[in-house]
T-cell receptor, first 110, second 112 residues
Framework: EDQVTQSPEALRLQEGESSSLNCSYT??????LFWYRQDPGKGPEFLFT???AGEEKEKERLKATLTKKESFLHITAPKPEDSATYLC???????????FGAGTRLAVHP | DSGVTQTPKHLITATGQRVTLRCSPR?????VYWYQQSLDQGLQFLIQ???????AKGNILERFSAQQFPDLHSELNLSSLELGDSALYFC???????????FGPGTRLTVL
């Protein structure tokens, strides 16, 4: 069964303290892995798509990487405005839907 | 702003009632997806339409139905509502089935 597990469930950082969020997946043929940011009560905001192992994408303080079994979202020198829930999702070959993980709730304190 | 619009933002209704949620995709997107997000289940895929035709089905209850109209907007109909149907309902759109999906702001449904 296709599955996505994110860790940790919650992460508290001091402003400027870099860290990484993990997304491990089990899928029968990966078509793509997606990272989203979600603020409370809002819709998920698209961040990155990764298609193959070894691929990396960057956007401001965020960098996403992909291996054959997991993806990492690295946050460098985070700011309080980076506080949100970060969602990872996979799309399996032959399927159109996204399978989401439960998310990591990130809180960055000044 | 993703370019996906959803109405209404909030809906409060009673058990047994029927409601309709509306979604307009981003300009140029042919594919529309519906997702349900509850505290205990996370984001769950319900159904996808592509250019007016149903393309994929997920964990959608028989009491729920959807359609996509010629102008590509979509509606999700929820009937015989139960307390457990209270959740955030999101619509997403993409150019086709293989590209990133962009989500709307959601409709918060409360069933009393």
């Amino acid at each position: 069964e296709d599955q996505v597990t994110q860790s940790p469930e919650a992460l508290r950082l001091q402003e400027g303290e870099s860290s990484s969020l993990n997304c491990s997946y089990t899928v029968s043929g990966l078509r793509g892995l997606f990272w989203y940011r979600q603020d409370p009560g809002k819709g998920p905001e698209f961040l990155f798509t990764l298609y193959s192992a070894g691929e990396e994408k960057e956007k401001e303080r965020l960098k996403a990487t992909l291996t054959k079994k997991e993806s990492f979202l690295h946050i460098t020198a985070p700011k309080p405005e980076d506080s949100a829930t970060y969602l990872c999702a996979v799309q399996a070959s032959g399927y159109n839907k996204l399978i989401f993980g439960a998310g990591t709730r990130l809180a960055v304190h000044p | 702003d993703s370019g996906v619009t959803q109405t209404p933002k909030h809906l409060i209704t009673a058990t047994g009632q029927r409601v309709t949620l509306r979604c307009s995709p981003r300009s140029g997107d042919l594919s529309v997806y519906w997702y349900q997000q509850s505290l205990d289940q996370g984001l769950q895929f319900l159904i996808q339409y592509y250019n007016g035709e149903e393309r994929a089905k997920g964990n959608i209850l028989e009491r729920f139905s959807a359609q996509q109209f010629p102008d590509l907007h979509s509606e999700l109909n929820l009937s015989s509502l139960e307390l457990g149907d209270s959740a955030l309902y999101f619509c997403a759109s993409s150019v086709d089935s293989y590209q990133e999906q962009f989500f709307g702001p959601g409709t918060r449904l409360t069933v009393l």
